[in-house]
Structure formats: structure tokens, C-alpha cells
């Protein structure tokens, strides 16, 4: 695990999101959501609140991808994408 992604995991972990369970995978982050919260809400706010807790992140930036589950539904959300993940067809 690096320290960006270990701080992302610290952060969230401060949140105290009543359920959710945080846990690296390799490189990546896995959110395990009770399955009644609304996967659909939580992407179309994910920019703007992973914006305004990064705040309080001061290691440098890496590539790290979120991985979001509810029980029924999933999706991904890579954050300081590579060029990689820029050209993915």
C-alpha cells in the first residue's frame, strides 16, 4: 500500500460512514456501501466531495482507483488518472 493511498483510506475512515466498509485492494481503494444508498448519487457527487476532502491530504498525488459497491450495483472512479486511463478506448 502507498502513503496517498493509505491517507485516502485514513481520511474516509475519519468520515465515519455509518456501514461502509474501506479497505485497499493492491493499488486501489474498495467502498463496500449498504446496499439501500443510491450508487447513482453518490458518482454524480463523487468529483466535488473527493475535491473537498482532499484537503487535508499533503502527500503527493498518485493514480488510485476507487472501487464502489452496494450489494447490487458497482462502478469505478480513478482519481490523478495516467495516461493510460486517458486513452482507454
Known sequence: MNTYQQKWID?????????????????DIHVEMPHIIDLKLIRDNLPETLAAIS????????RLRFQFHNGYENFEYVLNPGEADLTKA
Open 11 to 27: 481520511v474516509l475512515a475519519a468520515a465515519n460512514l455509518q456501514g461502509w466498509k474501506i479497505e485497499p485492494i493492491g493499488e
Open 55 to 62: 484537503l487535508d491530504i499533503t502527500v503527493p498525488k498518485e
